[in-house]
């Protein structure tokens, strides 16, 4: 079946764009996260939603940055004003159920601030 | 918190010789585990996990890892590396009560023909 996939696969912003960064989970999956990863490092958490509802959301690095998923299917990351230092790649992934321990990741979005 | 190390940035191995990819960690109670790899311009794809029972568990692609309770360790191992191998691997650890896992930095296997 069709996996996690995530778009744009790359997206290019100048400095104060804003931009907005999407998620497909794995239908019926229930719970959805997004990382951040930078290069040369692993994966870090930014945010967790179970259905629509946004359970965590301790790993947003400021309040530029927004997450949703109102219909508790796609998500949407959306980042204001973007900074240099918001470059990086951004992970989706999903599991099945809450307490399922395997997450399937998407592709992930390449954002480059220029 | 919950923190993981992987201690080697880069391994290399010749291919046909066995391979290991060392992850420790540190988490409050009962730990989950997972490997993950990660080929270019693509996401991490899930190898193996322990969650409880046996300490060695084997995964994907002829992929094992051994659980090491008092060592709290969680190295990856493969009998015969295969070029085809090559590639970022990530260790994660989350504790038996929350969702959220913590990552490894990576380890860069390279499988040399």
């Known amino acids: 079946g069709a996996g996690v996939s995530q778009s744009p696969r790359y997206k290019v912003a100048k400095r104060g764009q804003d931009v907005a960064l999407r998620c497909d989970p794995i239908s019926g999956h229930v719970s959805l996260f997004w990382y951040q990863q930078a290069l040369g490092q692993g994966p870090e958490f930014l945010t967790y939603f179970q259905n629509e509802a946004q359970l965590d959301k301790s790993g947003l690095p400021s309040d530029r940055f927004f997450a949703e998923r109102p219909e508790g299917s796609v998500s949407t990351l959306k980042i204001q004003r973007t900074q240099q230092e918001d470059s990086a790649v951004y992970l989706c992934?999903?599991?099945?159920?809450?307490?399922?321990?395997?997450?399937?990741f998407g592709p992930g979005t390449r954002l480059l601030v220029l | 918190a919950q923190s993981v190390a992987q201690p080697e940035d880069q391994v290399n191995v010749a291919e046909g010789n066995p391979l290991t990819v060392k992850c420790t960690y540190s988490?409050?109670?009962?730990?989950?585990l997972f490997w993950y790899v990660q080929y270019p311009n693509r996401g991490l794809q899930f190898l193996l996990k322990y969650i409880t029972g046996d300490n060695l568990v084997k995964g994907s692609y002829g992929f094992e890892a051994e659980f090491n309770k008092s060592q709290t360790s969680f190295h990856l191992k493969k009998p015969s590396a295969l070029v085809s191998d090559s590639a970022l691997y990530f260790c994660?650890?989350?504790?038996?009560?929350?969702?959220?896992?913590?990552f490894g930095r990576g380890t860069s296997l390279i499988v040399h023909p």
């Open positions: 988490v409050s109670g009962n730990p989950y």
């Open positions: 992934a999903s599991s099945q159920t809450p307490v399922q321990e395997t997450q399937y």
């Open positions: 994660a650890v989350r504790a038996g009560g929350s969702y959220i896992p913590t």
